[in-house]
């Protein structure tokens, strides 16, 4: 048996074998939302091979439950390429979502803006990215499969139902690029720069390569980013890991009321 589908049956002796909706990934200070699911919490260290999530700000927990109704899965805490060098990180839990019969992925991070009319505290809708950190996450993989086309990674339904849900909201919810670099040292003005001219409209170190995983394994994809700071050299603030964490729950707030809204319609 593959190791996902061993999760899998874990999974459904705790939680239950209905489907998930919807898969969730949540953000650097974003980790309190898996508190909203009605349901089960199952620690990552329960499950072999996932991810120890060593990141502050994240909590190492799998939520399987009811969220406005209907049945999600939330990963309350992701791994990073910069954790471990593997761009491949989270495709364990990608695995296990796809073998718990979901086909629906939405991504939330805090993200650097490029853009003065998004600043810290708003939200972004990814549109599109540009895989700045150089890397794949299926570099490796032997299956005829990893040539997944990339056209539509972030799903224009999808996508329409969370504009729907903001606007319903009064939530702002401007659509950008999104430029993973790997971390986690943040960039210099010069790359923020750089990745402006390149066509992004934020920055971060996340998700990415879960949109990669995620459309290889046949999931619909789509992610928010929550804007923590304006990208190095835009603004005098200070960037850290402290203020991201800080900053998040600000859009975090604004965040929950739309994936409920969504969730709910
Ligand atoms: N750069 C990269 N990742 C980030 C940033 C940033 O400015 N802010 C939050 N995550």
């Known amino acids: 048996m593959s190791k996902s589908a061993e999760l899998a049956r874990l999974v459904r002796d705790r939680a239950g074998s209905e489907p998930p909706a919807y898969g969730l990934v949540l953000g650097s200070g974003l980790g309190h939302l898996g508190g909203m699911v009605e349901g089960v919490a199952i620690p990552y260290a329960d499950l072999d091979g996932f991810p120890h999530a060593g ?9 399987l439950g009811q969220l406005e109704g209907r049945r999600v899965a939330v990963f309350g805490g992701r791994s990073h390429y910069y954790e471990t060098g593997r761009p491949d990180a989270m495709r364990l839990p990608l695995e296990l979502l796809a073998e718990l019969g979901c086909d629906r992925l939405i991504l939330t ?21 540009i895989a700045f950190a150089g890397t794949n996450p299926l570099i490796g993989e032997r299956d005829e499969r990893r040539f997944v086309p990339l056209t539509d990674a972030h799903d224009p339904g999808i996508r329409a139902d969370l504009r729907a849900a903001a606007a319903a909201e009064g939530v702002a919810l401007p659509e950008g690029v999104y430029a993973w670099f790997s971390g986690p040292s943040f960039e210099t003005p010069a790359e923020i720069r750089a990745a402006r001219v390149l066509g992004a409209d934020a920055v971060g170190m996340s998700t990415v390569p879960e949109i990669i ?19 190095a050299g835009l603004s005098t603030e200070r960037i850290s890991h402290d203020h991201t964490k800080q900053m998040a729950p600000i859009g975090a707030e604004k965040l929950e009321r739309v994936l409920r809204r969504f969730l709910r319609d």
């Open 55 to 63: 990141v502050s700000g994240h909590v190492p927990q799998l939520y």
């Open 109 to 129: 991070n805090a993200a650097g803006s490029l853009r003065e009319d998004i600043p810290p505290g708003e939200l972004m809708l990814l549109s599109d990215h």
């Open 213 to 231: 995983l995620g459309r290889f394994l046949g999931l619909r994809c789509a992610a928010v980013s929550v804007i923590t700071n304006m990208g």
